[in-house]
Each structure stands twice: as C-alpha cells, then as structure tokens.
C-alpha cells in the first residue's frame, strides 16, 4: 500500500475526534491552506482560522468500543505509517502552506507505552530533526507512563486525553475495555506537569504550552445535558483544562447497545453555547441546567433560555447596570459587553447607538433600557418565547448543521 492510500484511510479513521484546536500555542508558524485528505480546520485563541493535518499513526486497534469506526470488530482496511512517512508527509504539506500544523491519534494497536512512543517519535523527528516551527498536537494515552507522557508534553503544544462518555457506567457499556479513571488519571497528570511547568523560569523546558482537551461523545448514551456540563465544569476547575469540545454520535457501526437516528447536531450547539456560558460568563451549571429541567432547551439558546425564566432580572438598565448583569442580557457578547461600558464612559450611550456596538439588537432589546428608554416590544412571556424561538444570528439550524469547534465563528455565541 503507497503511502497515498495509507493518508486517505487514516485520515478518514481521525475525522471524528473533534477535540483538535490550535489555540494557546506560542510557536511560530507560517499560514495554511486547505488541501484534500486529513486537512482539518481549527480555530486560535484570537478566532484565526487554521489547517492542521488530521491523521491517524495506526487504524489497527486492540479495542472494541462500540461507537468508534476503528473498533477491533470493524470490517475495514488496516494500515499504518511509519514515523519517517508522516514526517516526510507532514513537511512536505507544510512547505507547501497546505498546513500550519499535525493532529497525531492512533488506535491501540500495542501497548500504550509503545503506541505513545511512535506519535513522541514522529513529534521530536519533526523537531528537532527537521526543525519544524509548527502546531503538534498528540494523543496522551491512556495506560501510558508517566516518562512516556512527560516526552510527549516535551515535543507537543497540545495533549488530549478523551472521555468519549460523560459517565463510568455508559463507558463499561459501551467500551468495556476502557478505564474511566485510567483515562482521568492520565488527565490529572497532565494537569500537574502544566501547572509545574507554568511556575517555571522562562529558560527551563515547556511542557504543552497549549494545555490539554478532551471530547465527550453526545448522544451515544442516555445522560442528560446537565451531567455533561457538571462533568466539563468540573475539569474547567479542577484540572484546568483549555476546551471541552462536544462531539454528535454519529451512528458509524450497527450494535444493540447504541441508538440509532441521525446525529443530535442541535443538542451538540446548543452544549457549545452552554459551555461558552460557564467559562466566560460567568453562569453556573443549576443555572443552565437545573435538577428539574436537566436539559437544555433545544428551541432557544442557554441564554434566553435563562433569561425567560427569570423574569425578575429584567430589563437590564445599560446607562448603569454592571458588566455581570450587561452580559446576562441576551444578544449582548463579552465584546458588546465592553463597547457599552466604552460608550457610556464618554457620555454617547442612547438606543440609538446600541445597534452599532455589535450587538444582537434584534434580541436585545426585548431585555434592555437606557435610561428607562425601551425599544423591545412589550410582550407576555410565552409569545416573546415563540418571538426568540429562532436559530442563533448568523446561522441556520437543520438536522444538517454541525456547531463550530469554536464558538467564535458565531460572534462570540452573543446570543
């Protein structure tokens, strides 16, 4: 098999991890483009888009999870690379400017010292051999050592550990092989050589200068929105983690255990706005998610979702609120947020002039005043609910839609 064949297979095989992101990293790079076969788009902290060739080492894998189109079980072609071939592809693509970065996974073809040992292989031939200046992004395995996992984070801007499922009990189901706390050890190790590595000078070693993701799998099993959100709350807090990413089951493999149907694309947006939520603006998950109602609403964003129950919070005053009630108000993003509070300093805030802070006036003004002015159209909760019950700006929902893997494509989610 020519290493062409082998790309178009183990690209394919990566396509469905989304937790990839190029965000956090302080190596130079040049610029990208996009190319056919393992090019996949991400996002930087600043909302700049860039292409990171998405493959995998190996599609061989030990493991037999149900939801995973490598799975031991899959009747599908094998192959893997060599690290002199995914070195060789990886330059040549970015010499061309086809990519600005690698997404490096593999199936568990071995045991997770070895297989770890390949990507860190392919990692420190690109740079140190190669001198290459781009993104790296590896999979930390689970099972691996510590020494293996402390060479990956030596070479990498980026490490991931997944989840796959929001609890232990759906993980025993449906990938029985897999170890839950395995898993979030891996994660809490992780989370201690980059807070180490943080404290120290500036002339020691760096280790994943972009911090650490994981994805958890929607749909796929039976927990409701506000389990997941706890549990990605929980490692925002606690492990520190820099995304969350939220992937739709996609039905690849024929089992009893999984459910069938399309993929839930609008459960997926609206987690991605929750999570935009907890992590800038400051709700909580009871608030988004609450014990009664643990999951979100699929007709309305988290937000005005919020807001409608919670009547008693508006209108929001912008001549005097605070930036923590402005940015309850629905339409209004961290960026609108900052332009009022610029405008209203030198005196010039009027209804007039909200419409050109880049705002979502149109769903703002429901939840507003300045000055007791108010623009919105008075009306009963439930009609205003049916009024908002539409997609969020700037993008359509259909069964067809998938949430972008960084919520900036949506101006900020100013929902």
């Not at 060599?82 to 600005?100: A, D, G, S, W």
């Not at 807090?237 to 993929?263: C, E, H, I, Q, W």
């Not at 992590?279 to 807001?307: C, H, M, N, Q």
Request: aromatic share 8%.
């Amino acid at each position: 098999m020519d290493v062409s064949q082998k790309l178009a297979i183990l690209a394919a095989g990566a396509r469905y991890d989304a937790s990839c992101a190029s965000s956090g990293s302080s190596r130079s790079s040049g610029s990208g483009a996009c190319t056919p076969s393992g090019i996949c788009h991400s996002w930087t902290g600043d909302g700049r888009c860039v292409s990171l060739l998405k493959v995998l080492y190996s599609n061989q894998c030990r493991l037999d999870c149900t939801y995973c189109p490598n799975r031991a079980g899959a009747d599908i072609p094998r192959t893997s690379f060599t690290p002199e071939e995914l070195v060789r592809i990886t330059k040549e693509f970015y010499r061309r400017n086809y990519v600005e970065g690698l997404f490096l996974s593999s199936g568990i073809f071995a045991d997770p010292d070895i297989v770890l040992g390949r990507l860190v292989e392919v990692a420190r031939r690109l740079r140190r051999d190669e001198g290459f200046g781009g993104y790296i992004h590896l999979k930390a395995i689970p099972g691996a050592g510590d020494r293996a996992l402390r060479e990956a984070g030596r070479w990498a801007d980026r490490l991931s550990a997944n989840l796959e499922l929001p609890t232990s009990d759906s993980l025993s189901a449906l990938a029985p092989q897999k170890d839950g706390a395995e898993i979030l050890g891996v994660m809490r190790f992780l989370a201690g050589e980059i807070r180490e590595a943080g404290s120290l000078r500036r002339n020691r070693p760096v280790f994943a200068p972009a911090g650490q993701s994981t994805q958890i799998i929607v749909g796929a099993s039976p927990e409701p929105d506000r389990t997941v959100l706890r549990l990605a709350s929980g490692l925002y807090g606690k492990l520190g983690l820099r995304r969350v990413y939220y992937s739709a089951f996609v039905p690849v493999n024929r089992d009893p255990r999984l459910p069938s149907g399309t993929p839930p694309l609008l459960r997926e947006l609206r987690l991605y706005q929750a999570d935009w939520l907890l992590r800038f603006y400051g709700y909580s998950v009871d608030e988004i998610a609450g014990e009664s109602e643990p999951d979100l609403d699929p007709s309305l964003d988290p937000k005005t979702s919020w807001a409608l129950r919670h009547p008693e919070a508006f209108p929001v005053d912008l001549a005097r609120a605070d930036r923590e009630a402005i940015l309850r108000v629905p339409g209004i993003g961290i960026t609108g947020a900052a332009r009022i509070l610029e405008t209203r300093k030198a005196g010039g805030l009027s209804l007039d002039v909200l419409p050109r802070l880049g705002i979502v006036w149109k769903r703002a003004r429901h939840f507003a005043t300045v000055r007791g002015a108010h623009a919105g159209i008075r009306e009963e909760p439930e009609r205003l609910r049916a009024l908002l019950a539409s997609p969020p700006p700037g993008r359509p929902e259909s069964a067809g839609t998938r949430a972008p893997a960084d919520p900036r494509l949506q101006r900020e989610f100013q929902f």
